[in-house]
T-cell receptor, first 114, second 111 residues
Framework: ETGVTQTPRHLVMGMTNKKSLKCEQH?????MYWYKQSAKKPLELMFV???????ENNSVPSRFSPECPNSSHLFLHLHTLQPEDSALYLC?????????????FGQGTRLTVV | AQRVTQPEKLLSVFKGAPVELKCNYS??????LFWYVQYSRQRLQLLLR??SRESIKGFTADLNKGETSFHLKKPFAQEEDSAMYYC?????????????FGQGTELSVKP
């Protein structure tokens, strides 16, 4: 599949569970991003990976742990989350520092923490 | 503080009427401004960016640095324009994936 693909689309987890969100892109991009969209709040940038190195962490709690094993894949590992972490998590990719750095988004994972 | 403000949560117009979705920003440098759109059941996608100065689907947006605004306009709204619209800025030139978003405006175009 072309574009940015996120799995799963929906996830319900307990506060003691460990789960992972997956993002995959086949656009030849070298930067990937995690965004969080909570109810009544704007999209917030969580993490930025450029060339598989984390270049930005926007004060995200350590219960969110990103991993970027290669330029096509990005994970968000989740453990001991809180109910307020329930949100839509969006992955995006782009070229980093190029002439055309349009961000392409996945369809998101709707996370519910119970 | 870096911030993007979209004052209207919902904008409802009739088909054929002009549309203006407001966006104001706060940023100390020279940001790059974008409009993203999300149609029903589709992913967020780029509509236009100020540096390209293009008209996409009849929409235009002009960056007004004096008023720190980047309002989105269309002279004649169509029903298919109904969607969520997000204004966003990137504070670093050519790093268009690092974005600060507004809260979004839902545009509803009625027949």
């Amino acid at each position: 599949e072309t574009g940015v693909t996120q799995t799963p689309r929906h996830l319900v987890m307990g506060m003691t569970n460990k789960k992972s969100l997956k993002c995959e892109q086949h656009l030849g991009h070298n930067a990937m991003y995690w965004y969080k969209q909570s109810a009544k709040k704007p999209l917030e940038l969580m993490f930025v990976y450029s060339l598989e190195e984390r270049v930005e962490n926007n004060s995200v709690p350590s219960r969110f742990s990103p991993e970027c094993p290669n330029s096509s894949h990005l994970f968000l590992h989740l453990h001991t989350l809180q109910p307020e972490d329930s949100a839509l998590y969006l992955c995006a990719s782009s070229l980093f520092d190029g002439a055309d750095t349009e961000a392409f988004f996945g369809q998101g994972t709707r996370l519910t923490v119970v | 503080a870096q911030r993007v403000t979209q004052p209207e949560k919902l904008l409802s117009v009739f088909k054929g009427a002009p549309v203006e979705l407001k966006c104001n920003y706060s940023y100390s440098g020279s940001p790059e401004l974008f409009w993203y759109v999300q149609y029903s059941r589709q992913r967020l996608q780029l509509l236009l960016r100020h540096i390209s100065r293009e008209s996409i689907k009849g929409f235009t947006a002009d960056l007004n640095k004096g008023e720190t605004s980047f309002h989105l306009k269309k002279p004649f709204a169509q029903e298919e324009d109904s969607a969520m619209y997000y204004c966003a800025l990137s504070g670093i030139y050519n790093q268009g994936g690092k974005l600060i978003f507004g809260q979004g405006t839902e545009l509803s175009v009625k027949p």
